[in-house]
C-alpha cells in the first residue's frame, strides 16, 4: 500500500496546517518504509501511540516510549516548553532525524538561564535535519558516546551563558554540514573529546568560535569560522588539532575574528606548529597576550606556505 495513502486524511490536513504555509505533503513526511517513533506539531502525547498516523506532539514523550537505538522522526513543527518538552532531553543511545532544518524545530522560550536542549552520556548517538534556538545554556552537551551531528542549525540566545556545542567526556563527535552561531563559545571541546567538523559554518560567537581544552582534539575541513569576539580556534595546553595537510588540504575560511584567527596556547609551554595547509587565514597577526604564569608572551602567526608556527617566549 502507498504510505501516503494509508495515513488520514484529517491527519495530513492537520499537519500541513502546522507547519504555516503549507510545505509540500513529502516535505511533511519521513522516507519511504521509515520505521521508529513519529512526533508531529499536530501530534497528541495523551491519544497518539507514536505511529505514522498517531504520532506523539513531543520529543519528550517520544524518548519516554523509545527504548535505546529508536530512531525518533520530528515531522513538521515546533517543539518547544510551551508544548510539552522538558528539557534537557537525554538522547544518549537514540536517533533523532527531522525533515530539515526549515520544518523541524525545538525553541525554548523561557527563562531558565541555563536551560539546554539536547544531552547524551553514552551510546551512539545520531541527532539530523532540525533547528535549536533560544537555548541560555550549553544547546547540545554531549559527555560521552559516539555522536554525529549532520544538517542541523544551532541558534543561541541572545544573553545565554552556554556553548551551542559542548562536548566532552571522552565523546568522540562528527560535525557535517552544521551552522552554529553565537553561544559564549560556539563549540566547546574538553576532557578528551575527538571532534571532527566538516562543510560546517560557525559564526558570531561571543568567545572563540572553537575552543579546545585539556586534552580533546579537533579535525576541521571545509568550514568557516568568522564574526568570533575573541579567536576563531583557541587551542588549550594539551590540545591537539588537524587544520590540513599536503594530502588532505583543510579547504577552510578563518577570517574575520576580533583577535586572532588561531591561537595557541601551547606555546606557554613549548614552541609549537600547527599544520593548516589549503586554508584562507587572512593576513597573519602578531599580539601580546598574558601566559598562564601572568608572564607576557607573544604570539606570533607566521604564515608561510600556509604552515602557522606558533613560537613560545
Known amino acids: 500500500m ?36 513519529f512526533v508531529s506539531g499536530s501530534g497528541n502525547d495523551a491519544s497518539g501511540d507514536g505511529s505514522l498516523a498517531a504520532p506523539y506532539r513531543s520529543l519528550t514523550q ?17 517543539f518547544g516548553d510551551a508544548s510539552g518538552e522538558a528539557f534537557p532531553l537525554d538522547v544518549s543511545g537514540r536517533t533523532v532525524v527531522g525533515v530539515g532544518p526549515a520544518l523541524a524545530s525545538i525553541v525554548y522560550a523561557g527563562s531558565d538561564p541555563e536551560a539546554k536542549a539536547l544531552v547524551a552520556f553514552s551510546g551512539t548517538v545520531s541527532i539530523e535535519g532540525l533547528t535549536l534556538s533560544g537555548f541560555t545554556g550549553n544547546t547540545i552537551e554531549f559527555a ?10 544551532v541558534v543561541s540566545a541572545a544573553d545565554d551563558d552556554g556553548s551551542g556545542l559542548r562536548l566532552d567526556g571522552g565523546a568522540v563527535v562528527e560535525l557535517l554540514r552544521v551552522e552554529v552561531s553565537g553561544g559564549d563559545e560556539g563549540v566547546s571541546i574538553g576532557d578528551f573529546a575527538a571532534v571532527r567538523v566538516v562543510d560546517s559554518v560557525i559564526r558570531g560567537a561571543r568567545g572563540d568560535g572553537i575552543d579546545i581544552g585539556d586534552a580533546a582534539s579537533l579535525f576541521v ?64 597577526v602578531s599580539g601580546l597576550q598574558t601566559g598562564p604564569s601572568s608572564l607576557p608572551l607573544v604570539w606570533e602567526i607566521v604564515n608561510a606556505g600556509n604552515q602557522i608556527d606558533f613560537g613560545g617566549p
Do not use: K
Not at 524518548?63 to 530512531?71: E, K, N, Q, R, V
Not at 560521552?144 to 542549525?153: F, K
Not at 576580533?258 to 606555546?267: F, K, L, S, T
Open 62 to 78: 517520544a524518548l519516554d516510549a523509545a527504548p535505546l537505538g529508536t530512531t525518533i522522526h520530528l515531522l513538521c513543527g515546533t
Open 221 to 284: 575541513r571545509g568550514t568557516r569560522i568568522t564574526g568570533s569576539a575573541s579567536s576563531g580556534i583557541e587551542v588549550g595546553s594539551q590540545g591537539s588539532i588537524d587544520l590540513g595537510t599536503v594530502a588532505d588540504p583543510g579547504g577552510s575560511t578563518i577570517t574575520g575574528n576580533a583577535e586572532w584567527q588561531i591561537q595557541d596556547r601551547r606555546a606557554a609551554f613549548a614552541g609549537t606548529t600547527i599544520m593548516a595547509i589549503g586554508n584562507d587565514l587572512g593576513t597573519p
Open 2 to 37: 502507498n504510505l501516503i495513502r494509508s495515513i488520514p486524511l484529517l491527519y495530513i490536513t492537520a499537519m500541513l496546517a502546522s507547519c504555516g504555509a503549507p510545505p509540500a505533503l513529502d516535505e511533511c513526511l519521513p522516507e519511504q518504509g521509515a520505521t521508529g517513533i
Open 144 to 153: 560521552g558516546g559516539t555522536a554525529t551531528i549532520e544538517d542541523v542549525r
